[in-house]
Structures are given as C-alpha cells and as structure tokens.
C-alpha cells in the first residue's frame, strides 16, 4: 500500500535533548513538508523539501533542522535549542507534478511530549 | 505570508443538522483544499476545487470556489457523530500551501 509514515507516534524525551522524528513515504512524491500543531491551533510549516537535497525553512524554523538525501525521506529534528518542543508534528509529502492536484497527504502524527 | 481565516472558530450541533464553515482570505488564489482531522490523526483531504465557483460534492459534503476567488465553504448536510473532527481551509501557492487554524466540529448524538 503506498502512503506515508511517521514513526513512532509517541515520542517522549527530557529537556536538553535533540530528538529525530522520522517522516518515510513510498508515494514517489517529490515534495514532503513538516508542520508543528499545538492544541486549538493550526498547522504552522516548519521546513519542506521540493527535491532531494534541497529544503526551505517554513514559518517557524528555529530550534528545527532537515536533511533530504533520499526522495523517500525527510526526518526532523527537534534541536534543544526549540524552546518550547512539546507539540503534535505532521509530516505531509505532494505530487510535484504540474498536473497533479496539489493536494498534500499527511502522515498519522507523531506527538512529542519533552519532559 | 499569506493569511486564511476560517470562521466559525468552533461549532457545537446535534446529530442531524446541517453545518456551514468558511474560508476567505485577502489574496486571490486558484485551488481550495478542504481537509477534516480527526483527534490524534493527519488531516485527510475532502474535496480540491479549481476553478472560481465551482461547487463539488463528496457525500454529505459541499463545498465551493467563490467567484471572487477570496473565499470558499463548506457545507455538510445531515451531521452524524463521525463528523467530528477539525476541518480546515488550505490554499495552494508554489510548493507550499497554507493552512486556516481550523474549525473544530463537535456533533452532539
């Protein structure tokens, strides 16, 4: 089945520490994307990647860092520089091609709960 | 960057009542994504319009492209307590999308 996975999908860790959360999409899509949602709020981009090896910082990018060397990856790191890490992070991944929908499709979630 | 803004912030129905929701923004733009989150999961996407007023449908769903291309709703008729969730606006812009803050439905049985 083609999709994307986000794993694991409860993550805890304690302050100070850098975590990776792990984004895998096996949809051939060129685009992936990260988003932070905090409780009531919205979804705010973090980075994302049109091409492998190459990625833009979203809206709120400090504290977080990408690699894209491989299309079917994008994993993120929450550094301890991220002041306030707690949240649910969404990684989603697009068709780039120019006759696609644009619609993105996300992955189920991991929550990240740093103590 | 560009600003959606959806309305209402939330919505408190009984099972079988029609809802409506909205999404304008201050830009022009020339795709309308809905998406429904449901709680601890990845938004889904409901229905992609393209072309200013069109109106689609998907089940109970409705929604449509305003023909100023500022703004679109979503209508969902007959509510049934698996309605519950956050929807959300999005709007397509070279490579990235952006997102309203989502309108959380609760569907009272």
């Known amino acids: 089945d083609g999709g994307i996975t986000q794993s694991p999908k409860y993550l805890f860790r304690k302050e100070g520490q850098n975590v990776t959360l792990s984004c895998e999409q096996n949809?051939?899509?060129?685009?992936m994307y990260w988003y932070r949602q905090d409780p009531g709020q919205g979804l705010r981009l973090i980075y994302y990647s049109q091409i492998v090896n190459d990625f833009q910082k979203g809206d709120i990018a400090e504290g977080y860092s990408v690699s894209r060397e491989k299309k079917e990856s994008f994993p993120l790191t929450v550094t301890s520089a991220q002041k306030n890490p707690t949240a649910f992070y969404l990684c989603a991944s697009k068709d780039g091609a120019s006759g696609s929908a644009g619609e993105q499709f996300f992955g189920p979630g991991t929550r990240l709960t740093v103590l | 960057g560009q600003q959606l803004n959806q309305s209402p912030q939330s919505m408190f129905i009984q099972e079988g009542e029609d809802v409506s929701m909205n999404c304008t923004s201050s830009?022009?733009?020339?795709?309308w994504l809905w998406y429904k989150q449901d709680p601890g999961e990845g938004p889904v996407l409901l229905i992609a319009l393209y072309k200013a007023g069109e109106l689609t449908s998907n089940g109970r769903l409705t929604a449509q492209f305003g023909i100023t291309r500022k703004d679109s709703f979503l209508n969902i008729s007959a509510s049934i307590p698996s309605d519950v969730g956050i929807y959300f606006c999005a709007s397509k812009d070279a490579g990235k999308s952006t997102f309203g803050d989502g309108t959380t439905l609760t569907v009272k049985p």
């Open positions: 830009s022009i733009f020339n795709t």
């Open positions: 949809l051939n899509h060129d685009a």
